[in-house]
């Protein structure tokens, strides 16, 4: 990232925005996989209006696509939907067939989130096919974890374990870091749901402490949540309700994992007075994110 922000230095001097089209789409994505939402849509924004003027469609479809990306993650759902099918109906129209299958990836947890669960299906069996034909592991493993998520918000839960397995299987020796973490946040997410509170607690502590050591913040939060939902099925409902609001109140804590968040905190609230509720929330919301991680895995 900071060779990227030294490049654009360079590069903004010489008055020629072509140039800058790569670093600011480039940057973009690592700001939105840190968790900097604000900080990545400026970015891709800036790409996109040089990506036009200078008539470049790749950049300006995948500039579009990753803004939709980002609309839907931080809760406007519908209309990331319709921008992600609009970039990927550009992208069938040249017949890309790396970028359809990028596409249909991330476009598949959005359609889940919309309630298209068979369209979701639909497309990353579609995607699985073309990462397959074109040996593109990361593709397939990204497919399968998709697959898997679906699955398991599906209540499939067996089903859900066999595509997340698939994932590890195809990134295995050649994926590592935040796609391999966020495979295995799904295997801890599947043994949560299947009351395996033991091994849901060791796959997303190790999960938790590995997402702190590489830095990724977005993945740090989607492990809490699930480390707090054990607290709160193990009656420790105050530490649950601080923690929740803990991790509504951090600014990198996505959609998703607000809405997950904002369900313990409702469960775990109706179980506490109003004085016990209070000084709860008060304390979670006092919580930097490193007092959070300590607190949830300190058991």
Same mark, same amino acid.
């Given at each position: 990232f900071a060779l990227l922000n030294e490049s654009l230095s360079l590069l903004r001097p010489l008055g020629n925005p072509a140039t800058l089209v790569d670093p600011l789409f480039l940057s973009g994505i690592m700001l939105h996989l840190c968790g900097d939402y604000e900080s990545s849509r400026a970015r891709l924004r800036e790409a996109a209006a040089y990506a036009r003027a200078g008539n470049d469609l790749w950049f300006s479809v995948y500039a579009h696509y990753n803004l939709g990306y980002l609309a839907a993650l931080t809760g406007q759902v519908q209309a990331g939907y319709v921008m992600m099918c609009h970039s990927l109906a550009a992208w069938r129209a040249t017949a890309d067939p790396r970028s359809i299958s990028l596409g249909l990836n991330f476009l598949a947890p959005t359609a889940m989130r919309l309630g298209h669960y068979e369209q979701a299906v639909a497309w990353l069996e579609e995607s699985i096919a073309l990462s397959s034909e074109l040996g593109d592991r990361w593709g397939l493993g990204t497919a399968w974890r998709q697959y898997g998520a679906v699955e398991l =918000?599906?209540?499939?839960?067996?089903?859900?374990?066999?595509? +997340?397995?698939?994932? +590890?299987?195809?990134?295995?020796?050649? #994926?590592t870091g935040y796609d391999l973490l966020h495979t295995n946040?799904?295997?801890? $997410?599947?043994? +949560? =749901? $299947?009351?395996?509170?033991v091994a849901a607690g060791r796959i997303l502590a190790d999960a938790l402490r590995e997402a702190r050591a590489e830095g990724i913040e977005a993945l740090t939060l989607q492990a809490v949540v699930g480390l707090v939902e054990l607290k709160l099925r193990r009656g420790r409902h105050a $530490? =649950?309700?601080? +923690?929740?609001? =803990? #991790?509504?109140?951090?600014? #990198? *804590?996505?959609y998703e994992v607000k809405t997950c968040a904002s369900a313990v905190r409702v469960a775990a609230r109706g179980h506490l007075d109003d004085?016990?509720? #209070? *000084?709860?929330?008060e304390w979670g919301r006092a919580l930097s994110l490193e007092e959070m991680v300590k607190a949830v895995l300190g058991d």
């Open positions: =918000a599906r209540g499939n839960i067996e089903a859900a374990k066999t595509h +997340l397995a698939q994932s +590890l299987d195809a990134y295995r020796g050649f #994926v946040i799904h295997l801890g $997410e599947c043994a +949560l =749901a $299947e009351g395996d509170d $530490e =649950a309700l601080g +923690l929740a609001v =803990a #991790v509504m109140n951090q600014p #990198v *804590a996505n004085a016990q509720g #209070v *000084a709860a929330e």
